[in-house]
């Protein structure tokens, strides 16, 4: 088999791979293996979206203070996976997993644990969810992530209307197409 034909079927080296990603496949092995997934996969997509909450957090702190000490802090997230890049927008993991799972029904395997890619496709999903109107005050969150919620949720809250967005691509493996073809796509 040669190289392009294993990117393309993503058979990737793990050199190549996400460390953020490869860490939640890890975390969530657990709730496989005890076939707990329906009950705690949400859960788990929470704490993720918590620990995301409080780098996003420690990104914008240690960006806005530039007095020259270096005292920056450091989020629990970077301390277990420390290629962990920035967050521009806050990721609701939690309803990208309950959508994505009431159409595939990942919780319910029995024999087949999530793979690194549906674990890239709800962090796709929440990022396009991240875009669209926000969830309802009573969405639903466990009874864990109750008391942190409030204390991040401030943080990103913003003022202005985002329209939408005019295109969302997440190809990152050069197997779509040739740009210029894609840009006769896009343009009007």
């Given amino acids: 088999m040669s190289f392009s034909s294993r990117r393309r079927n993503y058979m990737l080296t793990p ?6 990603l490869e860490w939640m496949k890890k975390m969530l092995q657990h709730s496989f293996v005890l ?3 329906e009950s705690t996969g949400a859960d788990t997509f929470s704490h993720f979206e918590q620990l995301i909450d409080e780098h996003r957090e420690y990104t914008m ?18 301390q277990l996976v420390p290629t962990t890049g920035v967050f521009f927008t806050r990721l609701p993991l939690r309803r990208a997993f309950l959508a994505y799972d009431r159409k595939y029904r990942v919780s319910k395997r029995r024999y087949v644990c999530m793979s690194f890619n549906e674990v890239r496709q709800i962090m796709n999903l929440a990022q396009v ?3 669209g109107p926000p969830a ?9 992530c109750k008391e942190a919620e409030p204390k991040y949720r401030k943080v990103f809250e913003s003022d202005f209307n985002f329209p939408g967005p005019k295109l ?10 040739k740009l210029d073809i894609f840009a006769f796509y896009v343009s009007d």
């Fill in 15 to 20: 050199h190549r791979r996400d460390g953020l």
């Fill in 35 to 37: 076939d707990a997934l």
């Fill in 61 to 78: 702190n240690n960006e806005s203070s530039q007095d020259g000490t270096n005292t920056q802090k450091v989020s629990r997230l970077i």
């Fill in 129 to 131: 969810m991240a875009f």
């Fill in 136 to 144: 309802s005050p009573e969405r639903d969150i466990s009874e864990n």
């Fill in 168 to 177: 969302i691509t997440f190809d990152g493996d050069v197997s779509f197409m």
